[in-house]
């Protein structure tokens, strides 16, 4: 640092971390690492006899260690080649060698070619070499986030053209600073971006808003695609390994994320969309992305006033539970930001619609039900250990602590299936700012939306 | 019902007389068209279904070598600052040590600094003390860290503890 000769005495399996720091501030990728000190070195009162052992390895990270890298500029791999007796042979072989380098995620694999990463650049009329993560590339190791990147990708995971202009907003979403990616991918908390997706564009490119929204499901395939797609970007560009470039400790539904589309067919009169909160209009196609790291489904009755309001009690009671990533950032919390996002309410239609019919709720009325019945109590705060990041926030001591600042910042959006006996909370990490973008679609997007209707049937009438 | 061709690879590497797959690397090899072999109709051996069949048999493999010619997915990166060289030696330097304030670097830095002065008599250790410290404080873009070791005349620094 300041053009000052620097080792770090790093532990057993941290190399690749410690490289990815410094590939983030425009460092090559190999960091100064000379060796690698057992990790039972590092905990309270360890035998530091390895350190006494290897102190010419500490020396020797100033005086001996050479970069393989020492120009400065932009470097791009090669391509590769892989052969095989046959095509099956060869697609194996190339998996084979993908999981070896670490470029898959356990799943197989289509071969990125030149000819399949063409067909899906024609999602786009931008130009293959348009980077689209900001300088830094995608964190922390650096990667650049080109048009023709994220071809690459989604030609992995079966992709197709209209998915491009969608993955382009994506990307840009989550690596935009304000989202600070350099925490979320790399935490101990296991984050995921969950993506919402408003506008006409989400039917046509065939996403769920309805049944099985966050799983897999052939009629809707788009954010089983997209969502794979996010993951390998954050793996392969952004260094995202586990136990290496990300130390989340669990990495639940990391295989595909969450992206799914809002049910706006069923949002009630009156009642904004997450995009028209947000400042977009309805025939915008807007891309919203948030950090998510649980989930909880809650079952419920409705359809009267009370059992409307005893659904809203389950949802507040999750709300309200022991979850201090809601107080991660504390620069975050504050009144007046509408990017702040503790969580999202998913609310099926047939409920929504429901406390508009029965309760007479705008969405406010919601927001602030909800708001006032999620407090932690102080109680609780000092059991779990929370106190002083409770205090850090500004909030006074000795009373019960709220979800958001303001009941305002509540995040509602309506989706699920039609049957709506369920309700689901996912709750955030407050390590950055909800951040949308508008996705931007070729001229030719009609004619390949007919291409998506020969290729694939008519759309699903099921939302 | 279409007639289908099944075969099992154990089968085929049988017949063709082949050891087994081999996966050949060339990482900086020449481009080469991505070849996909078609099965030949004209040579492919009738199969007749019969309620038993689950599987058929093949007098003749049809299948040739195929080499496939991908993207890195790594994507590229831009370099824009370059690792310093190194010192020759350390006598005579200033040594800097930078602190996380974790995973015991509270006693492993003593314990260099210690090793370090008894090897280079003549080396000066400032210790972490000196600079910011702590995890909060030295991950801070522009936490002035850098002008810290420069006033002290630091000529290598060591940072810990990553863990």
């Known amino acids: ?15 690749q971390v410690v490289s990815n720091a410094f590939a983030g ?13 057992p990790m039972e070195m590092f905990v309270k009162g360890s035998d530091l006899t390895p350190l006494q052992d290897n102190i010419d390895k500490v020396i020797a990270g100033l005086t001996e260690w050479t970069p393989k890298i020492t120009e400065k500029g932009v470097y791009d791999p090669d391509m590769v080649t892989v052969e095989g007796e046959d095509y099956r042979s060869a697609q194996e072989n190339l998996n084979l060698l993908f999981l070896r380098n670490q470029w898959r995620d356990g799943f197989p694999v289509l071969p990125p070619t030149e000819d399949q990463v063409k067909r899906i650049l024609t999602g786009t009329n931008l130009d293959p070499s348009t980077e689209i993560s900001p300088e830094g590339g995608v964190v922390p190791r650096g990667g650049i986030a080109t048009v023709n990147s994220l071809a690459v990708i989604l030609a992995m995971v079966g992709g197709r053209p209209e998915h491009l202009p969608v993955l382009i907003a994506i990307v840009k979403a989550i690596t935009d600073p304000r989202m600070l990616m350099q925490s979320w991918n790399a935490t101990t908390c296991s984050v ?65 994320n969450a992206v799914f589309a809002e049910d706006e067919e069923g949002t009630p009169e009156g009642w904004t969309t997450i995009a028209e909160e947000r400042g977009y209009s309805r025939d915008q196609n807007i891309v919203t992305v948030t950090e998510i790291n649980s989930m909880q489904n809650c079952i419920w009755d409705f359809g009267t006033e009370q059992t409307n309001n005893e659904c ?15 107080w991660s950032h504390p ?3 504050k009144a007046d930001n509408p990017n702040l996002c503790s969580g999202l309410f998913l609310c099926p239609r047939g409920l929504a619609q429901s406390l508009v019919s029965e309760n007479n709720y705008s969405k406010g009325d919601v927001k602030k039900f909800l708001w006032d019945n999620s407090f932690m109590p102080w109680e609780e705060v000092v059991a779990t250990g929370q106190t002083e990041v ?49 996705i931007e679609l070729p001229p030719n997007w009609d004619d390949m939306m007919k291409q998506a209707e020969a290729d694939w049937g008519p759309l699903p009438t099921s939302h | 019902m279409k007639k289908t061709l099944s075969l099992t690879r154990r089968k085929m590497l ?37 309620e038993a069949a689950a599987t058929a048999v093949p007098t003749e493999a049809a299948s040739a070598p195929v080499s496939l010619t991908v993207y890195n997915p790594t994507g590229s990166f831009r370099v824009t600052q370059t690792f310093v060289p190194r010192l020759d030696t350390l006598d005579g330097k200033t040594i800097a040590f930078v602190s996380n304030d974790s995973w015991e670097a509270d006693r492993t830095f003593p314990l260099i600094q210690q090793l370090l002065q008894e090897r280079y008599p003549t080396a000066t250790i400032i210790t972490s003390d000196n600079f910011s410290h702590g995890t909060d404080r030295i991950t801070v873009a522009n936490s002035g860290l850098g002008e810290q070791l420069l006033e002290a005349g630091a000529q290598a620094a060591i940072v810990g503890n990553a863990g």
């Open chain 1, 390 to 438: 409770v205090l850090e926030l500004g909030l006074p001591e000795g009373e019960a602590a709220p979800v958001t600042p303001t009941p305002e910042q509540v995040k509602i959006m309506v989706a699920g299936g039609d049957q709506s006996g369920h309700g689901y909370w996912m709750a955030a990490v407050v390590q950055g700012d909800m951040v949308s973008t508008e």
């Open chain 1, 331 to 333: 620069d975050m919390w």
């Open chain 1, 192 to 256: 995921i971006p969950a993506v919402i997706i408003n506008g006409p564009i989400a039917k046509q490119i065939r996403l769920g808003s309805g049944y099985g929204m966050l799983g897999p499901d052939p009629l809707h395939p788009a954010g089983q695609i997209l969502g794979r797609a996010i993951r390998l970007i954050q793996q392969d560009l952004g260094g995202a390994l586990p136990g290496n470039g990300t130390m989340a400790i669990y990495g639940g539904m990391r295989s595909t």
């Open chain 1, 312 to 326: 809203l009690m389950k949802i507040a009671s999750q709300m309200g539970a022991t979850n201090r990533n809601r």
């Open chain 1, 1 to 15: 640092m300041a053009g000052i000769p620097t080792m770090v005495l790093t532990r057993q399996g941290f190399t």
């Open chain 1, 25 to 37: 501030f425009g460092f090559p990728s190999d960091g100064p690492v000379v060796y690698e000190f």
């Open chain 2, 14 to 50: 049988q017949l063709t007389g082949t050891v087994g797959a081999g996966a050949l690397l060339a990482a900086c090899a020449p481009k080469v068209e991505e070849t996909v072999a078609p099965v030949d109709p004209t040579v492919a051996p009738t199969v007749v279904p019969t």
